[in-house]
């Protein structure tokens, strides 16, 4: 659905991405995540047909964003981080007159508003003027305008900003159900809800992609250190004493104490299994081993890892020309 290769745009002299590339296949949802001055937005401004590149190319279901514009614009809902509402126009007016222009037939447009109402639950809401709606049925409500003509393709930027923890879930959940029947590409900069909607993600940092896979995957490759999540009932500092003179056991961090079980984290030397270990001391303690789960970097961890070790790799870079 959307292929972008060597996307390359500058400002004056300043590349704010250079040969981005990557593919979101048909039904994905992909997380496009990055720090603040990465390159996202520019690299949304492009694919949405906002701004041309520099060099290099992007298609949206085989049409070029540049070149066939406005057919690839045609296969798009957009919602972008401020979504430009009409706060005297009602629910339904407002995506009427939002149908309108993008040139849907009246017919159509009509039974369209409906089905997009119902489905983002904004029934009770339909006639309310959009200025007296909280902050998240204003994003529901731009939601609603992004799939009205039923793009192949959404592209949301910031869907869950601004918004309370309830709506939250509930615009998680939303976008959750819009994967499969539509291609999404999120932005956020709430990273647990990208890792729980996403099936995979993609990370820029200064204008580069650093990463782009399952979350699984990069928490194998960059995980390093055996981590095991386990509950034990017994006394918790006889445990720990006991775990950390496992070989191989480097760091046991006890989480939470419950009415004699206690949950522990277990991180282990990389490429060592240490689990038949830990069950062998538990058992030898004579304790009682409720549960014992492996566990991967979560996707803040990944996130950290690969823009702080980047820039730390481009500050060393720099050092060296410098004293060159």
Known sequence: MIEAKG???????????????FDVKSGEVLGFLGPNGSGKTTSMRILTGFMPPTSGNAEIGGYDVVTKSRDARRLIGYLPESVPLYTD????SYLSFMGTLKDMPRAKLRSRIDDVIDHLSLQDY????VGRLSKGYRQRVGIAQAILHEPPLLILDEPTIGIDPR??????????GLGGTHTVLIS?????????IADRVLIIHEGHVVAMDKMENLSNTLG??????IEVRGPEKAIEKAL????????VVIEEVTGGV???????????????????????GGWGLYEMNPFGLTLEEIFLRLTTTEQASLDSDDEEESSA
Do not use: C
């Open 7 to 21: 996307l390359t745009k500058y400002y004056g002299n300043f590349p704010a991405i250079e040969n981005v590339s």
């Open 89 to 92: 126009m009602t629910i339904r």
């Open 126 to 129: 339909a006639d309310t003027y």
């Open 167 to 176: 709506q939250v879930v509930e615009t998680r959940q939303i976008i959750k």
């Open 188 to 196: 956020s900069h709430v990273l647990p809800e990208v890792s729980m």
């Open 224 to 229: 390093g250190n055996t981590r095991v999540s």
């Open 244 to 251: 950390l003179s496992v070989d191989g056991i480097q760091e």
């Open 262 to 284: 206690v949950r522990l984290q277990v991180q282990g030397t990389a490429g060592r299994p240490v689990r038949e270990d830990i069950a062998k001391t538990i058992v030898d």
